[in-house]
């Protein structure tokens, strides 16, 4: 296996993945069809602050290890990996929460920063879900979407385990963390990765693993637990084949483009033209929701009007004249270049409203593609 990626499409070749399959997970969840936390019963109790008794260690004993054990079938290789895992603090507290794998036959380190929260229980399982997945894995090294699978149905077997124990003000809590670090990793994550795999030559993150794995892991935590989960964390290398990713890919078809089709104005109704391409942009931004529908309708509307009076908007129709997406740009003639400044797609055509868009502009020289949250602003569209 490669042990060193440096582009995204060196992450997708390791996977087995492709961009088609990405984007259509990823617009399976933007269309709700896919579940992004556990579905658990909630006691009618109000939001408390639950420090988790102990130290780290204390914590690994009481509720970690028979969470994670409990989950995996009480096995016997399960507990003696469990029992071959080291724990280390860093020299500094700031330092994100890691594994570090010595290599095949030595035990592997959990470093972390312990702060007697939830959040830090939360840490230690998915770190410990990890190590545990070294450990039984025995050297075949797992694609790095995949362990974090394993990572994450860590952290929901946690929370199964206290809601199982009736643990209650500590179930909020954790689903509190859950919920706010879902928002980094289906949120600017997620763009991040939504992007870069529409784009030829985009460097390779780590993080980029962590939004299908999220999804990944809560479809699969819908089966419960039995030998499936053992057999997920033994599979090291092959651990792809345990994910239902074209099942999730699959969801996006249920996903059905609801608008009318677009019909065409004459030459003599140049107005009615614009204001139905002012409708059509402003039904796929609400429907897309993603940064701009959350503005205001003015000031969404009058960016829209801008670029329609500048003729750097396009639309992509379906085979049935139906809106499938949008684009704006901005043109600078001088330089002979075109940067894209908005594509939104919000029925998982991506790909074609870039195909659409390429036609339609017909440009030799470069395309660049914004993105203002992104780690780099601006990239080759194509």
């Known amino acids: 296996m490669k042990s060193t990626l440096y582009q995204v499409s060196e992450w997708l070749a390791l996977h087995g993945l492709n961009p088609e399959l990405v984007q259509d997970i990823i617009s399976a969840y933007r269309a709700s069809e896919l579940r992004t936390t556990p579905a658990f019963s909630m006691p009618e109790i109000s939001a408390i602050e639950h420090k988790a008794s102990g130290d780290q260690h204390a914590a690994f004993l009481a509720i970690v290890q028979p969470a994670l054990l409990?989950?995996?079938?009480?096995?016997?290789?399960?507990?003696?990996?469990?029992?071959?895992?080291?724990?280390?603090?860093?020299?500094?507290?700031?330092?994100?929460?890691?594994?570090?794998?010595?290599?095949?036959?030595?035990?592997?380190?959990?470093?972390?920063?312990?702060?007697?929260?939830?959040?830090?229980?939360?840490?230690?399982?998915?770190?410990?879900?990890?190590?545990?997945?070294?450990?039984?894995?025995?050297?075949?090294?797992?694609?790095?979407?995949?362990?974090?699978?394993?990572?994450?149905?860590?952290?929901?077997?946690?929370?199964?385990?206290?809601?199982?124990?009736?643990?209650?003000?500590?179930?909020?809590?954790?689903?509190?963390?859950?919920?706010?670090?879902?928002?980094?990793?289906?949120?600017?994550?997620?763009?991040?990765?939504?992007?870069?795999?529409?784009?030829?030559?985009?460097?390779?993150?780590?993080?980029?693993?962590?939004?299908?794995?999220?999804?990944?892991?809560?479809?699969?935590?819908?089966?419960?637990?039995?030998?499936?989960?053992?057999?997920?964390?033994?599979?090291?290398?092959?651990?792809?084949?345990?994910?239902?990713?074209?099942?999730?890919?699959?969801?996006?078809?249920?996903?059905?483009?609801?608008?009318?089709?677009?019909?065409?104005s004459g030459a003599d109704q140049p107005a009615l033209g614009a204001y139905r391409s002012l409708g059509a942009m402003a039904l796929l931004e609400i429907e897309y929701w993603n940064g701009v529908s959350e503005a205001p309708l003015g000031d969404v509307y009058q960016g829209l009007l801008q670029h329609m009076q500048k003729q750097t908007a396009f639309i992509a129709l379906d085979r049935h004249h139906r809106p499938l997406g949008y684009a704006t740009w901005e043109q600078a003639p001088e330089a002979n270049r075109t940067t894209l400044t908005r594509q939104a797609a919000p029925f998982g055509d991506q790909l074609e409203l870039q195909k659409a868009l390429s036609r339609h502009l017909q440009h030799d020289a470069g395309v660049a593609s914004r993105n203002a949250r992104s780690a780099r602003p601006e990239q080759e569209a194509w």
């Not at 919920?179 to 795999?197: F, Q």
Request: glycine residues 6%.
């Open 70 to 264: 409990g989950a995996l079938n009480d096995s016997a290789s399960v507990k003696a990996a469990l029992a071959k895992i080291a724990f280390v603090a860093p020299s500094d507290n700031s330092q994100t929460p890691h594994v570090i794998d010595h290599g095949h036959g030595r035990t592997p380190t959990v470093s972390m920063a312990w702060k007697n929260d939830a959040e830090s229980l939360m840490h230690l399982t998915h770190e410990v879900a990890h190590a545990l997945q070294i450990n039984l894995s025995q050297g075949n090294k797992m694609p790095p979407l995949a362990r974090e699978v394993c990572a994450f149905l860590g952290e929901l077997t946690l929370m199964a385990y206290v809601h199982r124990h009736g643990l209650a003000s500590l179930l909020r809590a954790l689903l509190d963390v859950w919920h706010s670090h879902n928002t980094r990793y289906l949120g600017d994550d997620l763009e991040h990765l939504s992007e870069a795999i529409l784009t030829d030559g985009t460097a390779y993150h780590y993080r980029q693993n962590y939004p299908i794995a999220r999804l990944v892991a809560c479809e699969l935590f819908t089966q419960g637990t039995g030998p499936w989960l053992e057999a997920l964390f033994a599979s090291g290398s092959d651990a792809m084949a345990h994910l239902p990713i074209a099942h999730m890919a699959n969801a996006a078809g249920r996903r059905a483009n609801y608008l009318p089709a677009l019909p065409m």
